[in-house]
């Protein structure tokens, strides 16, 4: 799986970076989960720590606060990228300390 | 789905490939398509390369331990979609030697072997808890994980924490078992780019 660390950081790249109807700020915060607009924190919260009881409530809220169906769709993605991005270095580095 | 856009917001062309795999395979298409379809630049070109190397990549867990740990993370994240849908690959690619349904119902896991028993608990405690720490990687390994089975392990367990949460967020809707199946049957043919 060599190819997979480049393919990871080539996604976080693409969607930090890349174009897109959000600012790279916005998709910054929501990949942090910290300092995400509030009509927006909500969602991002759940989406990072809780996703399964996402309603449709916490789409409707962001949308009624005239965040656009595309700006939802690429904060929530950056959202869960990257808490599985925490969650893998955090299990990487426990698997390196096994090392020491 | 919750955004309009994920369900009719596609392209003339991609709206033509459903209607090709709806004639073909006699099931809707998958939520999970629809999303990957929609503005494939920004995920699902490149989701789907992290996911194909993660799931279909050299390592030396089989494609069946694989979609197996796939299931398992979506079952600790309670994604029933997920759940579903690499059950049923899972179980198509063991074959009839082993029951993936029985083998996730054990929340112990007591029919799976080691060291896959033990690589899916860790993976268990990442997804619920986010994070593990050095003890946790020391049964892994001393179950007979090498630390690259551990850091494959850690792959697969990252795409399925990133899609189980967009099957979540997205509301995807849960189909009937031989939608799962078809979708299966196309993941073990095609891969997932």
Redesign the interface.
């Known amino acids: 799986?060599?190819?997979?660390k480049q393919?990871?950081a080539?996604?976080v790249t693409?969607?930090l970076e890349?174009p897109?109807k959000t600012t790279p700020s916005e998709r910054r915060a929501a990949f942090n989960n910290s300092g995400v607009r509030k009509p927006l924190a909500t969602?991002v919260d759940?989406?990072?720590?809780h996703?399964?009881t996402?309603t449709?409530a916490?789409?409707a809220v962001p949308k009624a606060s005239g965040v656009g169906?595309?700006q939802?769709?690429?904060i929530?993605?950056c959202?869960?990228?990257g808490?599985?991005?925490?969650?893998?270095e955090?299990?990487?580095s426990?698997?390196e300390?096994?090392?020491r | 789905m919750r955004l309009r856009i994920l369900d009719s917001g596609h392209g003339f062309a991609t709206k033509v490939l459903f209607a090709l795999i709806q004639t073909v395979s006699r099931q809707p298409v998958l939520d999970v398509v629809k999303l990957v379809k929609y503005r494939a630049d920004f995920y699902g070109n490149p989701m789907g390369a992290v996911t194909q190397e993660a799931m279909r990549g050299q390592s030396s867990w089989s494609v069946g331990d694989r979609e197996l740990m796939a299931a398992f993370v979506a079952k600790t994240n309670q994604c029933d979609f997920c759940i579903k849908a690499h059950s049923a690959v899972a179980q198509q690619a063991y074959g009839k030697d082993k029951d993936v349904y029985a083998m996730l119902s054990d929340p112990d896991l007591g029919m799976v072997e080691e060291p896959l028993r033990a690589t899916l608990l860790m993976l268990g405690k990442l997804t619920r808890e986010h994070s593990v720490d050095a003890n946790d990687m020391r049964e892994v390994l001393g179950a007979g994980a090498s630390a690259q089975q551990i850091e494959d392990a850690l792959a697969v367990c990252f795409a399925f924490n990133v899609i189980g949460r967009l099957a979540d967020a997205f509301g995807f809707s849960v189909p009937g078992s031989e939608a799962f199946n078809a979708g299966a049957k196309y993941l073990l043919t095609r891969g997932y780019r």
């Not at chain 1, 799986?1 to 997979?4: A, I, K, L, T, Y």
Request: net charge negative.
């Open positions: 799986m060599s190819n997979v393919a990871r080539a996604l693409r969607i890349g897109g969602l759940k989406v990072a720590t996703s399964s996402i449709d916490d789409l169906e595309d939802a769709f690429e929530v993605v959202a869960a990228i808490q599985a991005i925490r969650q893998y955090a299990a990487l426990a698997l300390a096994t090392a």
